[in-house]
């Protein structure tokens, strides 16, 4: 998701465009929330709600053409051919070429896709205040430098057992465990003697379903999931080391969790961090 706003973010500066994130809406199956509630943008041109936005989308010209009119409710599918998402009713992909400018006022992209852009994101935002008082409770409860552990286990598979026994060979007092698997969290906590495994996360996989699918879930545990994910990724982040495993082979050719990565870069430039979190309280070691 970051990914994919950079990339707007970028094709705006480029045509003097705003770029308006709307991770509300209502046929999304994800995050399914404002953005708003999680980051503040440091962009006038970056709007991350559309609450309290005046236009009409409806009434404005569009690009696709296919949305006109029904900006605000048409309904999404993923078609695996293509691997895009697309509109219900045309069938057709919801994206525009970035190469070029358009004459259409709005346009509209709701696409998946990783990579590296993620990071420079994150420079245009720093971390809303309630997420900032969460992140120093848990800091406070781990009471003292951890070792951080990624492992994503459920629609990517990762064989974890010896990063968990190679892990009991040493003598760390903590581990911050982030994942999305109950099982995982109760085999590392099952395994340590003399080490504590902190998990802060209050929704985790029993049954290997993806904790991004949020269909039918209600306002609040939406918004525990989500705050969840951002402070697991920056717990990692301000970790004394971190550990971060390969998934197993899958149909897409990836060989690291895209969430694994972005912690890893936050891991290795602190000064990231402290363009996100611009908070004395939090320690950076820079």
């Known amino acids: 998701m970051l990914c994919q706003i950079e990339r707007c973010c970028q094709y705006a ?9 709307d991770t509300a809406y209502a046929h999304s199956d994800y995050f399914k929330d404002n953005f708003s509630r999680y980051f503040t943008s440091k962009q006038k041109r970056l709007v991350l709600s559309l609450e309290g936005q005046a236009t009409d989308l409806d009434a404005m010209q569009v690009y696709p053409t296919f ?19 697309c509109d219900s009713t045309s069938g057709l992909a919801l994206t525009f070429d970035f190469t070029r400018d358009h004459a259409s006022p709005l346009l509209v992209h ?17 971390l809303d205040r309630s997420l900032v008082d969460q992140l120093l409770a848990r800091i406070h409860t781990m009471g003292g430098p951890w070792i951080g552990v990624h492992v994503r286990n459920t629609d990517y598979s990762t064989d974890y057992e010896s990063l968990l026994q190679d892990l009991k060979k040493g003598s760390a007092k903590r581990i911050f465990l982030a994942t999305d698997s109950l099982q995982v969290k109760e085999r590392f906590q099952s395994e340590f003697k003399n080490t504590t495994v902190f998990s802060f996360s209050r929704r985790l ?6 904790l991004h699918e949020m269909r039918d879930m209600d306002d609040a545990d939406v918004l525990a999931s989500n705050s969840d994910a951002i402070l697991d990724l920056l717990m990692l982040a301000l970790s004394a080391r971190l550990f971060i495993q390969k ?7 990836v060989t690291h969790s895209g969430f694994s990565k972005l912690a890893r870069t936050l891991w290795r430039s602190k000064i990231l961090l402290r363009h996100l979190v611009p908070d004395p309280r939090v320690k950076f070691g820079l």
């Open 13 to 21: 500066e480029v045509t003097s465009r705003t770029v308006i994130v």
């Open 67 to 85: 949305l006109q009119g029904r900006v605000t409710s048409y309904k999404v599918h993923h078609d695996s051919k293509i691997d895009a998402f």
């Open 110 to 126: 709701q696409q998946a896709g990783g990579g590296s852009l993620s990071q420079w994101t994150l420079l245009r935002l720093s």
């Open 205 to 210: 996989s029993a049954d290997a379903k993806p």
């Open 247 to 253: 998934v197993a082979p899958n149909p897409f050719g």
